[in-house]
């Protein structure tokens, strides 16, 4: 009798999410050759006349780097919006059954923070489609920045609304959290949930020229930014202090390096609010300043991903779970701080080291540091390959897939 195929994504947690919003950063990614490679004087961020302008007179390499980020931006988004199309017919599924009034029951019921998150970084990712895709799109992005605004608020009240309930159900009354089982920073992804709508709410802070949407977006940014911070702290220092007692949870290893992408989202949303701050209320920004505070958030991040390396190499999770045969949803949380430390590299290289005159656009050092950016995104492309084939490719039914907190 022939064994019966099976995905292992079958056996559905809300950590899928993080496949959608895994891809919707490696579309960031892209966007960052664009970015900080092709001229756009007239805004703050390059749209489709800038791109075809460059592409046309521009070198082989520059034209190589725009031809590599439309086709990366392409097929990411693309992959986005079908993981998370995949997501939310997959949760409407998992909602009808009793694994989910389980799991509402337990600390995992945080998880459920993973949609707002991967939705929040869609609309992030659509954004960028339209700069890079349609023409004209400048001419009536201060009508689409209200519609912006919009679409986060309703994603920040759906995250605050989990939140509620979550917390609502775990201080009410004691005993019903398990902080044996808070061993990890699985509870930061609420968090990370508030720091995804805080960065796009930041982004009319940025690029809009009328005084009223910057300052709108700059309240929104800042509350849904002082909420993460606030949470992260929480989160972070009790679960510390179960790792202490309990040691890290296997298959939760990952989350130790959520803080990389976390400063990422919030460090991205600090400068966006202050360039608002500068060209609306005419706030000034010194370049050495921002090439320090870029230094100290890339800092924090390098301790947290050695952080979560050593421990992951003593557990044996990268020989089990991204090159064996077991597999485990949190094995998505590894493709987050890859992108991160792509996009705060090209970050740090551009508008901290250029801007401050320490090194010379397109020189030798400079192209030292982006390397480092390029191997990331490599690096990050690989995990979400790699780990689509393990979850998403049907194959006789193992018994090893580990659920993740």
Not at 64 to 86: D, H, M, P, Q, R
Not at 158 to 183: C, E, P, Q, W, Y
């Amino acid at each position: 009798m022939a064994q019966a195929l099976t995905r292992p994504a079958d056996t559905y947690s809300p950590i899928y999410f993080l496949a959608a919003l895994g891809a919707g950063g490696i579309t960031v990614s892209f966007f960052m050759f664009l970015m900080f490679w092709v001229p756009h004087p007239e805004q703050s961020v390059p749209v489709f006349e800038d791109i075809a302008r460059a592409f046309a007179s521009g070198g082989v390499l520059l034209q190589v780097a725009i031809g590599l980020a439309l086709v990366g931006i392409a097929v990411f988004a693309t992959l986005n919006i079908k993981s998370i199309l995949w997501n939310m017919s997959a949760l409407s599924a998992f909602k009808r059954t009793t694994a989910y009034s389980n799991l509402c029951k337990t600390n995992a019921e945080a998880t459920l923070l993973a949609m707002p998150l991967a939705l929040a970084m869609t609309v992030n990712a659509l954004f960028i489609v339209g700069l890079v895709f349609v023409p004209g799109l400048w001419g009536v992005v201060e009508y689409l920045f209200p519609i912006a605004l919009v679409a986060f608020a309703i994603i920040g009240v759906m995250a605050l609304r989990m939140i509620g309930t979550f917390l609502g159900r775990v201080l009410s009354k004691g005993g019903v959290f398990d902080v044996t089982a808070h061993n990890s920073f699985a509870q930061l992804l609420p968090a990370f949930s508030l720091a995804m709508v805080a960065v796009g709410f930041a982004a009319p802070a940025a690029m809009s020229e009328t005084a009223a949407t910057v300052a709108i977006a700059l309240i929104l940014s800042t509350f849904f930014g002082v909420a993460s911070i606030l949470y992260t702290a929480v989160a972070a220092t009790t679960a510390f202090s179960s790792m202490l007692q309990h040691g890290t949870a296997r298959e939760a290893g990952p989350t130790l390096m959520i803080i990389v992408p976390l400063v990422t989202v919030l460090g991205i949303m600090f400068l966006r609010q202050d360039h608002g701050l500068h060209v609306a209320f005419e706030v000034p920004a010194q370049a050495g300043d921002t090439m320090i505070f870029l230094a100290r958030l890339l800092s924090i991040q390098v301790v947290f991903l050695l952080l979560g390396a050593v421990v992951m190499h003593r557990q044996g999770y990268f020989k089990d779970f991204v090159l064996g045969s077991k597999t485990s949803p949190g094995s998505y949380a590894l493709v987050c701080p890859a992108v991160a430390m792509s996009v705060m590299i090209h970050f740090f290289a551009n508008k901290g080291l250029v801007s401050a005159g320490v090194i010379e656009k397109f020189g030798t050092a400079y192209w030292g540091v982006t390397a480092f950016a390029i191997l990331a995104q490599v690096v990050a492309i690989v995990l979400v390959l790699r780990l689509n084939r393990q979850h998403f490719v049907k194959r006789p039914a193992m018994p090893n897939t580990v659920p993740a907190e």
